[in-house]
């Protein structure tokens, strides 16, 4: 998370880290921009301790700067927050659009090192990085967990259907893999012969222990996909074995996502803001354990909704130039995930909140598409989120408008 700088707090050096993996170098400067210390240290405790009480010898008032906010630097944050030090933000794309004004064509670590030093130093919009609370990490850690095997199922999937493809494309085109009773039968059955020896009775039964639901429908489909191709393709034998592993790679995947669902609502339950986020509707354990993964749950780290919205990107941003003007666009920066929790969530309300879906309508009426409609409305629940966590009260929805008598 992110907080300002207060005015106050004026430091007299300024210590810019360029993160690498394994190792990595910091430049110290003073209000002049002089380099008071360059130096490459390893990615280890040890030798950052050692550069930590280096650079407070030179003064305590320092503000720390880095390129990147998390993976390697996260060692470096950790301790820098342990020993209550300012840690600056700034992207790698603006440090490396900065670094084309300074001197010199020429990339090195001790450059932009230095870079982020004197961006820390001039500029006044810089937030400083807020650590997260210890449920916000783990849901993020879960979250991040879940999306990237998400990701791999979907791409288990694809490979199936494609070897399936190879050999039995009837079977592969009737079935909906998504689903885990399709996949399932193909850890059995592969191709067209043998379907059609076992028949859609001995089928239904194999289904049916393994409790598929609908298991007489997928029997049926099966077997009328094998009668479609009498054909053996070359390489039926090897590609069906593949077609198994591939299959049980999927169940796999599948099991995972369903123990880190687990996980997730248990850490998402034990956060003070658990009952508030879920009450607004469309807002379930997954979109709301998203949110706080990545807002930390802490509202005052933002200070107003309009910051909140531009974070997520829901607040548009100027661009005109010359005689174009009312030219809005979404903004570069803005986190991602923030924004697909916050839109998904939306599209849900459609559904179940009869506020959500006036709101919808309106937008609708004034010309809007089904995409800026549903921002305009994901911008406006955020707004009301934010005032709900402020305030620690749950989603009460509007009393219905009674005619007078």
Same mark, same amino acid.
């Given at each position: 998370?992110?907080?300002?700088?207060?005015?106050?707090?004026?430091?007299?050096?300024?210590?810019?880290?360029?993160?690498?993996?394994t190792?990595?170098?910091?430049?110290?400067?003073?209000?002049?921009?002089?380099?008071?210390l360059?130096?490459?240290v390893?990615?280890?405790?040890?030798?950052?301790?050692?550069?930590?009480?280096?650079?407070l010898?030179?003064?305590?008032?320092?503000?720390?700067a880095?390129?990147?906010?998390h993976?390697?630097?996260?060692?470096?944050?950790?301790?820098?927050?342990?020993h209550?030090?300012?840690?600056?933000?700034?992207?790698?794309?603006?440090?490396?659009?900065?670094?084309?004004?300074?001197?010199?064509?020429?990339?090195?670590?001790?450059?932009?090192a230095?870079?982020?030093?004197?961006?820390?130093r001039?500029?006044?919009?810089?937030?400083?990085?807020?650590p997260?609370?210890?449920?916000?990490?783990d &849901?993020?850690? &879960?979250?991040?967990?879940?999306?990237?095997?998400?990701?791999?199922r979907?791409?288990?999937?694809?490979?199936?259907?494609?070897?399936?493809?190879e050999?039995?494309?009837?079977?592969?085109?009737?079935?909906?893999?998504?689903?885990?009773?399709?996949?399932?039968?193909?850890?059995?059955?592969?191709?067209?012969?043998?379907?059609?020896?076992?028949?859609?009775?001995?089928?239904?039964?194999?289904?049916?222990?393994?409790?598929?639901?609908?298991?007489?429908?997928?029997?049926?489909?099966?077997?009328?996909?094998?009668?479609a191709q009498?054909?053996?393709?070359?390489?039926?034998?090897?590609?069906?074995?593949?077609?198994?592993?591939?299959a049980?790679?999927?169940?796999?995947?599948?099991?995972?996502?369903?123990?880190?669902?687990?996980?997730?609502?248990?850490?998402?339950?034990?956060?003070?803001?658990a009952?508030?986020?879920r009450?607004?509707?469309?807002m379930?354990?997954?979109?709301?354990a998203?949110?706080?993964?990545t807002t930390?749950?802490?509202m005052?780290?933002?200070?107003?909704?309009?910051? &909140?919205?531009?974070?997520?990107?829901l607040?548009p941003?100027?661009?005109?130039?010359?005689?174009?003007?009312g030219?809005l666009?979404?903004?570069?920066?803005?986190h991602?995930?923030?924004?697909?929790?916050?839109?998904?969530?939306?599209m849900?309300?459609?559904?179940c909140?009869?506020?959500?879906?006036?709101?919808?309508?309106?937008?609708?009426?004034?010309?809007?598409?089904?995409?800026?409609?549903?921002?305009?409305?994901?911008r406006?629940?955020?707004?009301?989120?934010?005032?709900?966590?402020?305030?620690?009260?749950?989603?009460?929805?509007?009393?219905?408008?009674?005619?007078?008598?």
């Amino acid at each position: 998370m992110y907080d300002k700088l207060t005015e106050g707090n004026v430091p007299e050096i300024w210590a810019g880290v360029d993160i690498g993996k394994t190792h990595h170098h910091c430049v110290v400067i003073n209000t002049q921009g002089e380099r008071l210390l360059s130096r490459r240290v390893q990615n280890d405790e040890t030798e950052l301790l050692e550069l930590i009480a280096d650079v407070l010898a030179i003064s305590n008032e320092v503000l720390w700067a880095v390129d990147l906010n998390h993976g390697g630097a996260a060692l470096l944050i950790g301790l820098l927050v342990s020993h209550g030090q300012p840690v600056a933000y700034l992207t790698g794309l603006a440090v490396h659009r900065a670094s084309g004004t300074y001197r010199g064509e020429g990339k090195t670590d001790a450059k932009d090192a230095f870079v982020i030093a004197d961006q820390a130093r001039v500029r006044r919009d810089v937030g400083l990085l807020r650590p997260g609370d210890e449920i916000a990490v783990d &849901l993020r850690t &879960l979250t991040t967990r879940r999306r990237d095997t998400v990701f791999d199922r979907t791409r288990q999937i694809n490979r199936l259907r494609a070897q399936l493809l190879e050999i039995f494309p009837a079977l592969e085109r009737a079935l909906e893999l998504t689903n885990q009773g399709p996949v399932l039968l193909l850890t059995g059955y592969q191709t067209p012969a043998a379907i059609r020896r076992a028949g859609a009775s001995r089928i239904e039964t194999w289904l049916k222990n393994r409790k598929v639901r609908g298991a007489a429908t997928l029997a049926k489909t099966a077997v009328e996909a094998a009668q479609a191709q009498q054909t053996a393709l070359p390489g039926e034998k090897l590609a069906a074995a593949m077609v198994v592993r591939l299959a049980k790679g999927v169940m796999a995947l599948d099991e995972e996502i369903a123990e880190l669902d687990a996980l997730i609502e248990d850490r998402f339950r034990e956060h003070p803001h658990a009952e508030v986020i879920r009450s607004l509707p469309g807002m379930g354990t997954k979109l709301g354990a998203e949110f706080i993964a990545t807002t930390g749950g802490d509202m005052d780290a933002f200070g107003s909704a309009d910051r &909140l919205a531009g974070f997520a990107g829901l607040a548009p941003q100027p661009r005109d130039s010359g005689r174009v003007s009312g030219n809005l666009r979404r903004p570069r920066r803005y986190h991602r995930g923030l924004l697909r929790s916050m839109y998904l969530s939306a599209m849900v309300s459609l559904r179940c909140c009869p506020a959500s879906k006036a709101f919808y309508d309106r937008k609708r009426g004034e010309g809007k598409g089904h995409k800026q409609a549903v921002l305009a409305l994901a911008r406006r629940r955020l707004n009301v989120l934010w005032a709900m966590i402020r305030d620690g009260e749950c989603y009460q929805g509007s009393p219905p408008v009674t005619a007078a008598a």
